[in-house]
């Protein structure tokens, strides 16, 4: 019952698992410099409500916690739980395993497109946090009712 992210997961997959990449140093590289303050800011939202440290998830992603997974086809395997991604069109943030449940959360959240398990936002001046980190919350909640979730 695991959600797939916004691409496809049978072929990003194989590059979506933590890097061991520096967080900080990931963070300090973000351009522009509005996008880079803006994930910082999402950094200690995320290590705030989730109580995890993040680890860099393939290329891009800031992820918080892991869930491991098995499909009733047999196919097994683990993910980030939580996470964010400072793309160049927008903050991209994962809520696992998907949205279908939080349209009362959504509707305070402020300017924002959705996605399966995507949430696309733009700046986050424009954003209510309260409001995304009660996202978050709902989400891990969600997402240890199909699956385990550990720290990482």
Wanted: glycine share 10%; aromatic share 10%; charged share 20%.
């Amino acid at each position: 019952m695991a959600a797939r992210l916004c691409y496809d997961r049978g072929v990003a997959g194989a590059k979506t698992i933590p890097t061991g990449a520096d967080v900080a140093h990931f963070l300090a590289g973000v351009e522009p410099a509005r996008r880079r303050d803006d994930a910082v800011t999402l950094d200690a939202l995320f290590r705030k409500v989730t109580g995890y440290a993040p680890q860099i998830w393939g290329p891009s992603i800031v992820g918080y916690g892991r869930y491991d997974y098995r499909y009733d086809s047999g196919r097994t395997g683990s993910f980030l739980a939580t996470g964010f991604a400072p793309r160049k069109a927008h903050m991209v943030v994962y809520i696992l395993p998907g949205y279908k449940d939080f349209s009362h959360i959504l509707a305070d959240l402020g300017p924002h497109k959705i996605g399966k398990s995507c949430l696309y936002l733009g700046p986050l001046d424009k954003i209510d946090c309260d409001v995304l980190a009660r996202l978050i919350r709902a989400g891990l909640d969600d997402l240890a009712t199909h699956w385990p979730v550990h720290p990482a």
